[in-house]
């Protein structure tokens, strides 16, 4: 089992649709929750980040973690194409990445 | 600001030959970590340092090795390089005094191993 896991997609949403990634972790010492996006043939980038349960909103973005589960998630409302990219989720303290999921905003 | 920068950006390199990597860090950023991307394997994480003092490492051999000086500014090194060494190596620089927050990455060296 893999210390992250994200479903690696590709996941395509029509433009101003809502985008769903989501994110597993195994180790429960986990205290703290990233997200990045990776245009392609570029470095990752912050989008947000997640200590506590519960929501956590950022303009069009809203992280979610629930501890208990070990998931954390990253939804996009109103997704547009400039959002086609690789989300990446990451924990630390551990720095572990997952391997991120493809998502396509289809105009 | 300032980003984080690495330089080279491309390197080109034979087997068994050794190589460094240089990152300079946002300024006030004591944190630098180290990154390997492959497509295979994705991110995966090298090491930590803060305040010139490795603070986490990763699941790496030996020939990855890493310093970082007084300003801040970190080095890795690579020794007898093999095929599979072949990747993006990216570094990152963070504000947090937490541990395990990457922060801001640079843009990375493409490293080639003939």
């Known amino acids: 089992q893999k210390e992250v896991e994200q479903n690696s997609g590709p996941l395509s949403v029509p433009e101003g649709a809502i985008a769903s990634l989501n994110c597993t972790y195994s180790?429960?010492?986990?205290?703290?929750f990233f997200w990045y996006r990776q245009y392609s043939g570029k470095s990752p980038e912050l989008i947000m980040f997640?200590?506590?349960?519960g929501d956590k909103e950022d303009g069009r973005f809203t992280a979610q973690l629930n501890k208990a589960s070990q998931y954390v998630s990253l939804l996009i409302r109103d997704s547009q194409p400039s959002d086609s990219a690789t989300y990446l989720c990451a924990v630390s303290p551990q720095f572990y990445f997952g391997t991120g999921t493809s998502l396509t905003v289809i105009p | 600001k300032a980003g984080v920068t690495q330089t080279p950006r491309y390197l080109i390199k034979t087997r068994g030959q050794q190589v460094t990597l240089s990152c300079s860090p946002i300024?006030?950023?004591?944190?630098v970590s180290w990154y390997q991307q492959t497509p295979g394997q994705g991110l995966q994480f090298l090491f930590e340092?803060?305040?010139?003092?490795?603070?986490n490492k990763g699941n790496f051999p030996g020939r990855f090795s890493g310093r970082q000086f007084s300003n801040s500014r970190s080095e890795m090194n690579v020794s007898t390089l093999e095929l599979g060494d072949s990747a993006l190596y990216l570094c990152?620089?963070?504000?947090?005094?937490?541990?395990?927050?990457?922060?801001?990455f640079g843009p990375g060296t493409r490293l080639t191993v003939l």
């Open positions: 997640i200590y506590s349960n």
């Open positions: 300024s006030g950023h004591r944190s």
């Open positions: 340092y803060f305040s010139e003092t490795q603070r």
């Open positions: 990152a620089s963070s504000s947090s005094n937490l541990a395990g927050e990457p922060g801001d």
């Open positions: 180790d429960r010492g986990s205290q703290s």
